[in-house]
């Protein structure tokens, strides 16, 4: 009697090194998923926001679109991700997921020009990021899926690179290229589903067998979504990690362009230039430190030192903003911020990929994963809206932030699988 193969090739831990036109078309495939991610959040839905709400309610009609979207997003991303591992198309389980995703993401974007309400605004924003999620969720079990240990500090350093590039080309493409609000969304939904094409067809995606598919269980599919931290502690530890960097990171950004506006003082096209000014200088540190940070992982073999220092540096950034009201002083932040944020982008999320805890749920559990990024959006409008205007101005939200980012560096030290 012939025994199948175990596990099935799609379940296989990966040992064989991927090739460069892997990591290329893994970056700008990366690239496209955070053009769609970031111009709107960073540019676009700011604009819409003010055109439609006004100068004095700006703010909360933000708050509330991009609160919205977050939310939306929690329950997308790890969803997606457990539909993505038991998918048996003979296409793989990840690519029908990153091509289609990717696709209704780019019209959904594209609809927003169509809005002349904040609750229109937020419906498509939230149908976006359903869509721009799901596509993700299968692009970061790729990782984990193709990607051997050795080599997945550089392969997070180049999705770390294009994360960054894909903020700073989304902002200066609308800010400087297309000035137009309309066309510059027009422009990043194309470029949002065009970048993910190459990897989709790069990418060797061996079909899951039927056969290796669990039962549906209603019961046991929602049940799925919590990794008990008594079970795999070192899992809840990295969670715990993200949620707290990525809520300091939300705090830092989510109200930059009115940061540079009403703390700095600079008008309404100063501030924009501003913005894409601070964002260059933040993507110059991470450029610098990604690839490099991961590589170094990689040859050591070690995590947690890199992922602690480079927190630490992040709140370092935080803190500089607190007593900032020029430009010049934003830029020193920012760039203190890019180097912090590039070691950390690649080397903890090949820590992650470290502490999950089954091979036939990765896409599942990096969703899980991807709710300690996706939470802190709809958590940080709610702390950072009173913090701004009412308990103390943009002092105390940096002050805030650069706590909670240090609590992040902490949360690192207990995991133990990891070096």
Known sequence: MTTPPVPAAALAEPTVRVRATFLATLALANLGIWLAFFTPIQNLLPRFSEDIAGADGKETALAVVTGVGAFVAIIANPLAGALSDRTTSRFGRRRPWLLLGAFFGAIAIALLSTQSTIVGLAVFWGLGQA???ASYAGLTATIPDQVPVAQRG?????????QTLGIVLGVALVTFVVLGLVPGTYLTAVLAFVLVIPFVLVLKDPPLPRADRPPFKL???????WVSPRKHPDFAWAWLARF????????????????????????ETAAGQGQTLLVGLYALGTILTAVIGGLLSDRSGKRKIYVIVATLIMAVA???????TTLHMAMVAALILGLGYGVYLAVD????????????DRARDLGVINIANSAPQVLAPVIAA??????????????????????GALAIIPIKSVR
């Open 131 to 133: 869509a721009i999620n």
């Open 154 to 162: 550089i392969a997070s350093g180049w999705v770390g690179l294009s």
């Open 219 to 225: 019961g046991e599919f929602i049940r799925g979504f």
């Open 244 to 267: 707290l960097v990525s809520l300091g990171s939300a705090l830092a950004t989510l109200y930059l362009l009115f940061f540079l506006q009403d703390r700095v003082g600079l008008d």
């Open 318 to 324: 935080a803190l500089v903003l607190i007593g900032t």
């Open 349 to 360: 999320q090949a820590l992650i990929t470290q502490v999950l805890p089954n091979a036939e």
């Open 386 to 407: 009173p913090l701004v205007t009412v308990l103390g101005g943009y002092p105390v939200l940096y002050a805030v932030t650069a706590g909670i980012v240090i609590l």
